[in-house]
RNA sequence: GCGGAAUUAGCUCAGCUGGAUAGAGCGUCGGUCUACGAAACCGAAGGUCGCAGGUUCGACUCCUGCAUUCCGCGCCA
């Protein structure tokens, strides 16, 4: 099977054939639009792919679905894929497809190795994911975890479909919550705690505000990924504090991140937005564009043209910018650096930006696509240990840390648990479900598969058995039916990817591998790899070789290791 | 009130963009190791897919209402 075919498109090519024969000989009048829909049944009873072609086509045609089913399957090419088909039910036509092609798939995987179920439908083309974009005030909370987990996922899942992915953080280092952060340390770094009278309002409370006005006060020199600051010392020098304070919450984050295996390409400051000029540049085409009006004092954005509900307010009354503007800025520097998709994977809590952002570009005039650019929102993490929500950190005060979570249960397992749920569902963050060591826990469940697998291979090593590659030879030795459903198993993955990446969603491949573990364990404890006949052997050796590699890479796109031995 | 998300087994969640008898894991009950790793496997029980309509060959899936929960809704970011 070359790369990027599959069963699915294969079978799809020939029943586009039987149609156009169907066609020509004048009982279908022409093609229909769409590509013929292939699902797998779930009941193996109803062979390995299944298409409803004929329900969908026979009221046009006036026929009874089952009879176009029966002359369609006439019409099909001859050919090696399938076995046998039936027509079911109301009108599906079922395929049986060669068990032969079903094995075969591990001769494509042991070719294809790491990039096995990977493809080229991005073609190169360049996709910016933004996440995380945390503004330096704190330390990183869950909802930037998931936010972490799940647009590293998806920017891992991009790359493999061949897009050339930038990965991006932006961050707001100039704003009014800088000024509290830069007046909280202050309030520090001059001995009042937050009970004292003159403790700034809105301050921050948390015990890292303390780490930092006395390291502030001590001179240290702090280093984050994308600057160095050296501490000035000076208790009223307010600038000075602020530069600090931001660099150090900066390299706490970035040391969160490190923890976690996230790395950026690239950290951009809201500031240079306004340094570069960009804010005022948008601001004045959107006036020339005719897009604002004054009120109030106040300029505004007719947002409402562009499906707002009502009009936004772009410059208040006393001259500064609203948050938006800025941002519309942002994203037009992004599309003026040529990303021809954008992805930004935020909070839901940020979900009303969305049309005010899209309306700031449309009325930019710029050529911006009207769904540019994309967002994955994902909903609250809530925390449970021991029964009840958690909500308090020690470090961070008011919120549960990132750090807290891998601290007890470790970088794999929360990176799991966090990308494994649909991100528009709320999640529940069990803590000792994570730490579990049994298959209740899924991260474990489908990292002892891994470690199954190479213990095997390890073991068939020692013995001097045969070189998986051999097995390639007598794949026709893999016929039980536990055997057969790993092999098909295996042969999904591509599909499992190409449509995470599609849909954006990284939780259908912490699923798929799941499922991929569970037929492993099964096969596992049905036949023994190591002790049949020595073509048998061979060919499960190949097996086992195929399934730990496909667990590799599926756990790969998630950024969960996969160890040789737990 | 407006907008978004959610509602599926006792619990935590899937459900391949409309397919056939709605699936996993945990929990409960019952079986499998002098071991290629039992961190596993096999089996059983467990459901009015929030409610009511609609669309059609066919609805957990799409549409309209209603209910409940969460999140947003400032000249805050």
Redo the contacts with the bound molecule.
């Keep these: 099977m070359p790369n990027g075919t599959t069963m699915k498109s294969e079978l799809a090519a020939l029943i586009t054939a039987a149609l156009e024969q169907l066609v020509s000989q004048g009982v279908l009048a022409e093609l229909p639009d769409a590509a013929p829909?292939i699902?797998?049944?779930?009941?193996s009873?109803?062979?390995d792919l299944?298409c409803?072609v004929a329900?969908?086509l026979a009221?046009r045609v006036g026929m009874a679905?089952r009879d176009l089913a029966s002359q369609l399957i006439e019409a099909l090419p001859k050919n090696t894929l399938i076995d046998s088909s039936d027509i079911?039910?109301?009108?599906?036509i079922?395929f049986f497809i060669n068990p032969g092609h079903h094995t075969e798939v591990v001769r494509s995987i042991l070719e294809q190795g790491s990039s096995y179920g990977h493809s080229e439908t991005g073609a190169g083309r360049r996709v910016q994911v933004e996440f995380v974009s945390a503004?330096p005030t704190g330390p990183l909370h869950v909802g930037h975890g998931r936010g972490a987990a799940i647009g590293d996922s998806l920017s891992r899942l991009l790359e493999a479909t061949g897009w050339s992915v930038h990965r991006e953080f932006y961050y707001?280092d100039a704003?009014?919550?800088i000024n509290n952060l830069a007046l909280s340390v202050q309030a520090r770094a001059q001995g009042k705690d937050p009970a004292h009278p003159d403790w700034p309002t809105d301050g921050y409370q948390g015990g890292y505000i303390e780490d930092v006005a006395t390291a502030y006060v001590a001179g240290e020199t702090v280093q984050a990924a994308d600057r160095e600051i050296t501490a000035a010392s000076d208790v009223d020098n307010l600038d000075a504090i602020r530069e600090f304070a931001v660099a150090c919450l900066r390299r706490e984050q970035d040391q969160d991140l490190k923890a976690f295996q996230v790395v950026f390409d690239e950290y951009f400051l809201?500031s240079s937005l306004y340094d570069s000029g960009a804010v005022e540049e948008t601001v004045s085409t959107l006036e020339q564009a005719g897009h604002t009006f004054e009120?109030?004092?106040?300029l505004w954005l007719r947002t409402t043209d562009f499906g707002d509900?009502k009009n936004?307010?772009m410059r208040?009354?006393?001259g500064?910018?609203?948050?938006?503007v800025p941002d519309v800025a942002y994203h037009h520097n992004k599309w003026q650096r040529g990303f021809e998709r954008v992805i930004n994977e935020q909070?839901?809590?940020?979900?009303?930006?969305i049309t005010r952002v899209r309306a700031g570009l449309q009325g930019l005039n710029s050529g911006i696509p009207e769904g540019w650019p994309e967002y994955v929102?994902h909903?609250?993490v809530t925390v449970m240990r021991e029964g009840a929500e958690v909500k308090l950190s020690k470090r961070a005060g008011s919120y549960v840390t990132l750090r807290d979570l891998i601290d007890w249960v470790g970088c794999d397992a929360t990176r799991y648990f966090l990308v494994a749920?649909?991100p528009?569902?709320?999640?529940?963050f069990?803590v000792d479900l994570a730490l579990a060591?049994?298959?209740?826990n899924?991260v474990?469940?489908i990292q002892?598969a891994h470690?199954?697998c190479?213990?095997?291979l390890r073991?068939a090593g020692e013995d001097n058995r045969a070189n998986p590659h051999q097995g390639l030879a007598y794949l026709h030795c893999l016929v039980e039916p536990e055997t057969l459903a790993l092999a098909i198993s295996l042969g999904r993955f591509p599909e499992v990817v190409a449509?995470a990446a599609e849909?954006l969603?990284p939780?259908?491949v912490a699923?798929y591998l799941?499922?991929l573990?569970?037929d492993f364990?099964?096969f596992?404890?049905?036949?023994?790899?190591?002790?049949g006949a020595a073509e048998t052997t061979k060919a499960r050796l190949a097996l086992v070789a195929a399934t730990r590699l496909v667990i590799a890479n599926g756990l790969e796109l998630l950024g969960v290791s996969a160890p040789?031995?737990?």
Excluded: C, W
């Excluded at 699902?39 to 009941?43: C, E, L």
């Design positions: 829909q699902d797998r049944p779930k009941d009873s109803h062979g299944s409803n329900m969908v009221k679905p079911a039910g109301p009108g599906f079922n503004n707001n704003g009014q919550q809201e009120e109030q004092d106040a509900d936004r307010v208040k009354s006393e500064g910018y609203t948050y938006f909070g839901a809590d940020h979900h009303s930006t929102l909903q609250m749920r649909a528009t569902s709320q999640l529940t069990d060591r049994s298959n209740e899924p474990y469940y002892y470690a199954r190479a213990s095997v073991k449509i849909r969603e939780h259908d699923n799941r499922e573990a569970a364990h099964s596992y404890n049905a036949h023994k790899v190591l002790e040789e031995s737990m």
